[in-house]
């Protein structure tokens, strides 16, 4: 099946920065989306992502489905802003829904 | 978001006990699949469901029986409920646009 690495998988970020998370997958896709795991738990969409780009607010994403990558960026880093990200990759058809392993993203004040 | 409904939300059952934990969706969505979130270890994909009575298996399957005798339901049955079976469990479906949703999860804990 399709395989999605995640990089990098642990980042402290003092509050403020900015930083870039990857996401690379070994086949296309018709699905690409970014969630975010709060520390409650909860898994919150952020971008449904595909192709091209999408900003919302801080958090912009940016897929380039001819070379497999995604990448999510944080912008002036929030501490409500860690906590787990994951990537996720459907081939389509009657195939799984397909998760990078996430990136552990840590916000100091 | 899309109405997805996982019950119970929490569940403490005792070894050999079967346990089954519903997936309930009100948006008709054909996709469906049950993972498991264990520290160190991500989300991983126990089964999953391409449409009514189609279901198959994911990367950590053993224990796990599933069901789907209608769209809106995806039932995940722990036959024999062992310590190692001890987790979150997550619900997704995939909607139209091929976007996917998440339940809130369920806690499952085996004394």
Redesign the interface.
Known sequence: GIQVEQSPPDLILQEGANSTLRCNFSDSV??L?W?HQNPW???I?LF?I?SGTKQNGRLSATTVATERYSLLYISSSQTTDSGVY?C?V?P?G?N???????NQVVVIP | DAGITQSPRHKVTETGTPVTLRCHQTENHRYMYWYRQDPGHGLRLIHYSYGVKDTDKGEVSDGYSVSRSKTEDFLLTLESATSSQTSVYFCATLGQGAEAFFGQGTRLTVV
């Open positions: 018709n699905n989306q969630f738990g909860q898994l969409n449904y595909p994951f996720a459907w389509g009657n799984r829904l397909a998760f990078g392993k996430g």
